[in-house]
T-cell receptor
Framework: DAKTTQPPSMDCAEGRAANLPCNHS???????VYWYRQIHSQGPQYIIH???NNETNEMASLIITEDRKSSTLILPHATLRDTAVYYC?????????????FGQGTRLTINP | DTEVTQTPKHLVMGMTNKKSLKCEQH?????MYWYKQKAKKPPELMFV???????INESVPSRFSPECPNSSLLNLHLHALQPEDSALYLC?????????????FGPGTRLTVT
């Protein structure tokens, strides 16, 4: 079973920041928080991951609370192309192949 | 090249047919995966191959038969499927020899069983 809880849907205006929350209250000390997204009719795409510090890359920022029980993915200037289902996943970062357990995700709609 | 390709894009098959789905990557990844995704649901893992050997089978029915003929190719052989097997089948790959945080997914094969 997925270890995360996300709102089923969110809307955001184009050009605004989209803030997607994720609860992972049972996260273990060695588990990372990963975010993937799936644009319609495409395969999932990796966005970002983090352990306890805030992380930023060219796609997004990830804010993890100090107790690590929740996190927020931030798309700073959302565009129509960011409309997708966003999945928050927790799993350990270890060597080798391992499965991704997807939860229900958040369907983000960016409105013009 | 960070692309995972899958063929065919669409497949319609009868319950008595035998067909195969193909997946290819040239990123040097030694871990490859099959996921199944029903409409409006998240992807679910089916199989994992590590160094061309099956390492995880998520209790998938035997009518689905995976094969990894070499480090770049992954096949999924289909036989005697049921209409409820209609879904998007996704292939993915990742690094095996070091810490890996990213799986690369292909666009999927949309399968319809009639």
């Amino acid at each position: 079973d997925a270890k995360t809880t996300q709102p089923p849907s969110m809307d955001c205006a184009e050009g605004r920041a989209a803030n997607l929350p994720c609860n992972h209250s049972t996260i273990s000390g060695n588990e990372y928080v990963y975010w993937y997204r799936q644009i319609h009719s495409q395969g999932p795409q990796y966005i970002i991951h983090g352990l306890k510090n805030n992380e930023t890359n060219e796609m997004a920022s990830l804010i993890i609370t100090e107790d690590r029980k929740s996190s927020t993915l931030i798309l700073p200037h959302a565009t129509l192309r960011d409309t997708a289902v966003y999945y928050c996943i927790v799993r350990p970062l270890i060597q080798g192949a391992q499965k991704l357990v997807f939860g229900q995700g958040t369907r983000l709609t960016i409105n013009p | 090249d960070t692309e995972v390709t899958q063929t065919p894009k669409h497949l319609v098959m009868g319950m008595t047919n035998k067909k195969s789905l193909k997946c290819e990557q040239h990123m040097g990844h030694r871990a490859m995966y099959w996921y199944k995704q029903k409409a409006k649901k998240p992807p679910e893992l089916m199989f994992v191959y590590s160094y061309e050997k099956l390492s995880i089978n998520e209790s998938v029915p035997s009518r689905f038969s995976p094969e990894c003929p070499n480090s770049s190719l992954l096949n999924l052989h289909l036989h005697a499927l049921q209409p409820e097997d209609s879904a998007l089948y996704l292939c993915a790959s990742s690094q095996e020899s070091r810490l890996s945080y990213e799986q690369y997914f292909g666009p999927g094969t949309r399968l319809t069983v009639t």
